[in-house]
Each structure stands twice: as C-alpha cells, then as structure tokens.
C-alpha cells in the first residue's frame, strides 16, 4: 500500500492508470488478480486517509486529491525553485536559506517501503532533483565565502559521485580558495582520469573552465555584498501553456519523465514522433513543464514551422533562442550560420537547459541546433530521425476507445455522452483514435450545447464531408493533415491520391496492389509507400506470407486522399 499511496502522491492530482499502478507493484507479472488487489488498496486508503483525502475513479485509473495536505515533495520543489530564482539573481544569502529549506523536506531515502519496481521506475528523477539543489546550494555558499565550512561535504560528495562534475569543480574551488592550489590540480586530474575510464569522455566546460581558472590564478571571491554586481544570466522559461489534461499518454508521459531525468553527462536527445493530430506537441511540452526542475538554467522552446507550414531556417531559430539565453541583437552575428552554431554553443556549454524544438522537419534543420554541455533536447516529428538513437524514439499510436471516449468527454462534458452512449460510440469510431480530430468534435459539441451528441454523429457520418465538419475555430483537421502532403514529390503525392479507394478500408495492402492500381512497378510503388511511411501518413502493419510488408491508412488520411488530384500537386524548382 505504501507503493499506491507514493505512486497518487507523486501523480499530484493527475490520473494514474490501473497499468501504470500495476507495473509498479508488480512490474512485467502482474497477478490474475490486480485489477481487485488495487481496488482493495483504494478502499483501504480511504479508509486511512479520511474524508479530507479523495480518491476518484477516473478510467483508465485514479486520482487522488487532498487541497489541504502538506506534502514534502511539494514544499521541496516550492523552495527549490524559489532558491533557484535567488541564485539566478545573485541574491545568495536567501538563495542559500532557501535551498538548505528544501533540503530539509529529504528525510532519509525516498521512497521507503515501496516495491523494487517502483524504486527503478522513480528513484533516480527524484534523486537527480536533489543532487540539483544541493550543487545549487553550495553554489550560493561558495559565492558568501563559505568554502571553509563546505569543503568536508564536497570532499564526501565528490567521492561518493565521482563523474558530477559540477561537485568536482566546486570542491577545486573551495581547494583553491583554502590555499590549497596543488590538491585542486589533482583533483581535476583525478576527475578526468575517472570520466575517461568509466564514460570514455573528456572534462566538459564547467571542469574544463575552473581547471583554466585555477592556473590563471582567477577562483578568488567574486564582488562582496553592497559592490556592484554584474547582471544576472537569465533563466528562460519558453514553454506554451499545457492544455487541459492530458488523456491516454500518462505510460508516455512516464517514459519521457524518466529518460530526461537521467543524467550521466551523455547527451540527451528524446524523439516523439508519429503522424499530424496525435498530440506529440502536448506530450512533450506536458513533459518539459514537469521536468522542469531538472534544468535549472531553464526551459527553452521553439516553432520548427512557420504558420503556413514551410521549414524555419536555423539561422532565425537560432537568433530567438540566444535572445532567450540574453543575447543582444546587435551581439548576433548577422547572416553567418557557423557564427551563429559557435555562439550558440558557447552560450549553452555551461548551462544545464531543456530544450523543446516542436515540429522539425528533418535531420538538416536538427543538427545546427543541438545545444552543447549537459542539456536535454526533446524534439516532435512526423519523421523519425537519423541523429536520435532508436531507443530515444518514441512513437506515439492512436488512442484506443476507451482513452478516445474519455478524451472526448473531457473536452465535450461528460454527462452529453452518458445521455446517448451510441452516438458517442459513433463519434469516437468516426474520429479514428486521432486526438485532434476528437478534440474537435468535442470543442464544437461543448460550444453548442443545444446539440446532442447524435447530431454531431450524424453530420460526421458522411464520408464526404467529414474532414470539413472536423474544423473548429483555429482548429482544422484537413489542413493540418495536408500540411504533410504539401512536401511530398509529385511521385509519391500521386500514390497517395490513389490510395482514396473506398473499398480499401482499413485493410493493409502491399506494394504490389498499389503498383496494379497505379500502373507502377513494384518497387516505383514500394518506394513511394516508403516515403510515406517516413512522413507519417501511412503505418507498416507487417509482413504478408510472402514476407511483404504491408501498409495501412488511416481512414482520415484515406478521405484526405480522396480530395488530392494532380493539380493538388507540388511543383518542384530548379536548383542553382
């Protein structure tokens, strides 16, 4: 029970699925009973908790809410971050009171009396959250001057994580600052000899510039209270504001939580991708948003796309985020995109930042704009990616119905639904899984509340118009769905087009029937159907008994298929 109880805690009032519990308590062999042994410890939780606590049913799991509790997790973040923003702005006194308080939340080890299962699912983000505070801690204590007082915990700290190279450089620091100049050298040599046995890397920018500091003689105490201080390095916070909550993704949710809470000085770089209308944008900024502790230098975001579809260029997405990072205009180098990667690096190598770049088109647009030090990326496209590990990939799938009816009754209301349980079987078959298109469908049954949920059924019934009925305010499935089309050759936009075949269905086909239907070759069809699997608009459902692949279409993309037609088709420019 103590395994439920820190898993609702640490849901902090979201909803945990009946899965997500049962992983946790028994990790990949579950019991033919763990539907009820969780509905027995829900029941002796209230029991326990009171009626102060609640702990609500809501499929596909349970949320708990307690307004007035006190929760040590809770107050650690409160004042960590609190702490953070002090330190940000120089002002270390409070800073140092601050994070010493949220430090004071840590009774022991977290997470006592919970299932192995749990410890390795959770144990290391929530241990990553405090080793982050406490490096900020004595930060703020090394910039009062207390590198006396702190230089037995940094020597124990340094033993006991040995490749933290933040720790490592603050100890050199309080070494130096002790006179002991000789120890701060071996204690970098030592570090580096370290990294490169157990991670085979070299030291990064923060060792790497306090060992350059040591021999130019420059660690001495910056300016004292009451001198002029120098401005203070921004924290950005970019992310768009989450919306709502966010239905069926809690296992991915989970995932990305734990990949961007391990450390280790290898860069992190998480790919969500999967076909336009499936939330990858909400996941990951959903994601980032809870992540954020983790990246005290802040949180930076940005639009791969502009408002018509095209590709941003590097060079202006670059210019926005070293104005985020507190970069002047005229400081930008103007016109020079290497110029621009080397400032762009430079301002990143010291910082521990999480960057979220939504909607990138492919590995060129990528590269220029990964970060240097010990930053995390998360990156959303439709197309998986060459510089991202395939066990960094996330792909997302539809949602099932019973996520897809919860998704629409959480946009639409849920008592409509309950009111004709047939109409709302009909709206989620008719939405495809899609989260876009159900949360259109739920946004116009929510601003018509004299419909019911048999009307919008019906209008969605007709093939013909269902694209244009899944519109709503600056919500438009079509549009959306074309975007991916827009960059296709003419080659491959002609398969698609051929595909809107009514007796198709939701049956996988292979290149071969493509090719009949088309007049192609095999492999002229098979190529194409490639293409467009790599941008999301058709899945590889398998192999057939030949060892084929097969593809699907997804009917949404099926009647959007049937809209194309060759003047529909992109014309390709001459290069130079």
């Known amino acids: 029970m103590h395994t439920v109880l820190a898993t609702m805690l640490l849901a902090q009032e979201r909803v945990v699925s009946d899965s997500r519990l049962s992983a946790l308590l028994w990790g990949w062999e579950p019991p033919a009973t763990a539907s009820a042994q969780i509905y027995t410890y829900m029941s002796r939780l209230r029991k326990q908790l009171g009626e102060e606590v609640e702990i609500v049913r809501r499929p596909p799991g349970y949320v708990l809410r307690a307004p007035g ?18 330190l940000a702005e120089r002002r270390f006194e409070e ?6 308080e949220a430090l004071g939340q840590w009774r022991g080890a977290a997470l006592a009396n919970v299932t192995e299962h749990m410890l390795d699912a959770e144990l290391a983000p929530l241990e990553e959250e405090r080793m982050l505070a406490l490096e900020s801690r004595l930060e703020a204590d090394l910039e009062l001057g207390r590198h006396e007082q702190v230089m037995a915990e940094l020597t124990a700290l340094v033993a006991e994580f040995p490749v933290r190279e933040r720790l490592r450089a603050q100890l050199m620091t309080a070494l130096y600052r002790c006179g002991r100049q000789a120890d701060a050298l071996h204690t970098y040599y030592e570090g580096r000899k370290v990294l490169a046995e157990q991670l085979g890397i070299d030291p990064g920018e923060a060792l790497g510039s306090t060992y350059q500091a040591v021999l130019g003689g420059e660690l001495g ?28 993704r809690e296992r991915e949710l989970e995932a990305l939580r734990g990949r961007l809470g391990q450390g280790g000085g ?72 290497d110029e621009l990667v080397r400032l762009y690096r430079a301002r990143t190598a010291e910082r521990r930042l999480l960057l979220v ?16 030090g010990d930053s995390a990326v998360l990156i959303t496209s439709r197309s998986r990616l060459a510089r991202v590990a395939g066990g960094d990939t996330l792909a997302l799938s539809l949602l099932d119905d019973e996520a897809s009816l919860e998704l629409l009754a959480a946009r ?23 989260p876009l298109a159900l949360s259109i469908a739920g946004a116009r049954l929510a601003a018509r509340p004299h419909w019911t949920a048999g009307r919008l059924a019906a209008r969605l019934a007709d093939p013909a118009v269902r694209l244009a009925e899944l519109s709503f305010g600056d919500l438009d499935l079509s549009r959306v769905l074309r975007s991916s089309v827009e960059p296709l050759p003419p080659a491959v936009h002609d398969v698609l087009a051929g595909l809107a075949d009514p007796g198709l269905g939701g049956e996988p086909f292979c290149a071969q029937w493509a090719a009949d239907r088309l007049g192609l070759t095999e492999d002229a069809a098979e190529n194409a159907l490639e293409a467009l699997v790599d941008t999301a608009l058709l899945d590889l459902s398998g192999l057939d008994d030949q060892g084929r692949p097969l593809y699907h279409c997804h009917e949404l993309v099926r009647l959007l298929a049937a809209t194309l037609d060759l003047s529909d088709r992109p014309t390709v420019r001459a290069g130079r």
């Open 412 to 434: 639409a209301g849920r008592q409509r639904l309950e009111d004709d349980p047939d109409a709302a079987d009909d709206l989620v078959a008719y939405c495809g899984g899609l």
């Open 95 to 100: 800073a140092a009171d601050l994070l010493r």
């Open 69 to 86: 509790a006190v929760v040590d997790l809770v107050e650690f973040r409160r004042r960590e971050r609190d702490g953070r923003r002090a």
């Open 357 to 372: 770049l939504d909607n990138v088109s492919g590995d060129r647009q990528l590269a220029p704009l990964l970060p240097a």
């Open 266 to 337: 290898a860069p992190r770089r998480i790919l969500v991708t999967g076909m336009a209308g499936l939330g990858k944008t909400a996941l990951a900024v959903r994601a980032a948003a809870e992540s954020g502790g983790l990246f005290p230098d802040g949180l930076l975001f940005a639009e791969l796309c502009g408002l018509d579809g095209a590709p941003r260029a590097p060079r202006a997405v670059l210019a926005q985020l070293l104005r985020a990072l507190g970069e002047s205009d005229h400081a930008l180098p103007a016109g020079d995109l």
């Open 221 to 248: 105490l910056g300016p004292q209270r009451g001198d002029r201080q120098p401005a203070a390095r921004p924290v950005p916070s970019m992310l768009p504001a989450t919306d709502g909550e966010l239905v069926g």
